[in-house]
């Protein structure tokens, strides 16, 4: 499971941001336990358009790429090729930050790095293993040492040499272990390949890709899927899929009408919701299979409020979601923080802000950072401006000012 996540100096953040699930005690109500910590399986992120919603599973992406990709793909760009925060130019010259914090099995996991434009500054991997609170640094990498690489605890165990050789000064240590399938470091490589997803609004969901069709080749996953098509009250009552193309097959939803069942086209005749809703199941529906970490940006775009209520607590139900699958998600749906559902399908602590400040650097809080009261309808407040993180919209103010302008020009 996700701990936390932090980062500087990468897209609109200019200074040091958390991303934290940790609960706190009495705290939480769908916090899991795990490794002698309490963590959560959503994190939701509201702001105003442009403040760093994006950016934050943006930042967490780059770094995803970074870990699988440093060692082929920066061989090619002779750098790093980060995107540091661009409105300070002293920016530039100084290191981006990237540090994630998971549990695998029972083993903690902190691992992070800091990248230049040129190579890579730093990177270390502490570990905290079956619950412990004892702290191992398993590696510990600085550009600007004379013995670049050091291994305090010898807990890495196997020759160095070869990994060290192989680790250019612009990749990562971590990628070349994992591509040299050292086993120790084996699974948390894998966890950056198979359980942190990102899912983004535009061509990723109002399209399905070729792997998510062809998932919808099993027969028991499919089943799923339609059931979950069908309690969004779609007027769906199926799924076809043609396999005559193995890598792309076609994909059709039957629509029960007055003369019997219609199959519809999704790439002509489905609406933006009916798609959005179909292409956000398979990869949420493998999430809770595999016990993934799903990011999903403007999780509420097309979507009925009712519909993005129920995503969220199918990752908080333990039945549904077994295995600790998490949600990260943007979005603008305020009825989240609201009683308009049946139960408020967010707590307090489950809510993150971005705000953009006046210097044009983003900045991420919790929500419990404002003193919000339990029996506070947070609705209201965050509506209200007192939260932060809403539009500073004077749109009342230009009306009155154009219509000043028009009356003394005479018009």
Do not use: C
Not at 89 to 97: D, I, T
Not at 258 to 276: C, K, M, P, W
Not at 329 to 342: E, I, M, P, Q, R
């Amino acid at each position: 499971m996700l701990v936390g996540f932090r980062a500087a100096n990468v897209l609109s953040f200019r200074g040091e941001i958390e991303l934290s699930l940790l609960a706190p005690e009495g705290g939480d109500r769908a916090a899991r336990s795990i490794s002698d910590l309490r963590v959560s399986p959503v994190a939701a992120v509201f702001g105003a358009n442009a403040s760093g919603k994006t950016n934050l599973l943006g930042a967490m992406r780059w770094m995803r790429h970074a870990v699988l990709d440093s060692v082929a793909d920066w061989a090619r760009a002779k750098g790093v090729p980060r995107q540091p925060f661009a409105v300070d130019r002293e920016a530039a010259e100084e290191a981006s930050l990237f540090e994630v914090d998971v549990v695998i099995g029972a083993d903690r996991y902190v691992y992070g790095f800091e990248v230049s434009d040129r190579r890579v500054e730093t990177e270390w991997l502490h570990v905290y293993p079956r619950g412990s609170r004892r702290r191992q640094v398993w590696f510990d990498r600085d550009a600007d040492r004379n013995e670049q690489f050091r291994f305090p605890s010898d807990r890495l165990k196997g020759p160095k040499k070869p990994l060290i050789e192989y680790t250019r000064p612009n990749a990562l240590f971590l990628t070349a272990a994992g591509s040299l399938h050292v086993k120790q470091l084996a699974p948390l490589f894998s966890w950056f390949n198979d359980n942190l997803w990102l899912v983004s609004p535009g061509d990723d969901l109002h399209r399905l890709d070729a792997h998510s069709r062809r998932k919808l080749l099993d027969p028991i996953f499919r089943k799923r899927v339609e059931r979950l098509l069908s309690v969004a009250d779609l007027g769906i009552t199926g799924i076809e899929v043609e396999d005559k193309d193995e890598e792309a097959p076609a994909v059709s939803l039957v629509h029960q009408g007055r003369n019997g069942s219609v199959a519809f086209d999704i790439r002509h005749q489905e609406s933006l919701g009916t798609l959005t809703w179909l292409a956000l199941l398979i990869p949420l529906l493998k999430a809770l299979d595999d016990g993934a970490v799903l990011l999903i940006d403007e999780l509420d775009s097309s979507l009925h409020p009712v519909l993005v209520a129920e995503i969220v607590r199918l990752f908080e139900d333990t039945v549904a979601n077994p295995l600790g699958a998490q949600l990260v998600f943007t979005g603008h749906d305020v009825t989240l923080l609201s009683k308009a559902h049946l139960e408020r399908p967010l707590d307090r602590e489950q809510v993150w802000i971005t705000e953009k400040m006046s210097t044009g650097e983003s900045r991420l809080y919790p929500l419990t950072d404002m003193g919000v009261r339990t029996d506070e309808s947070m609705e209201r407040g965050y509506l209200r401006g007192r939260y932060g993180g809403i539009p500073r919209i004077g749109l009342r103010d230009m009306a009155v000012e154009t219509e000043q302008r028009r009356t003394e020009a005479g018009g």
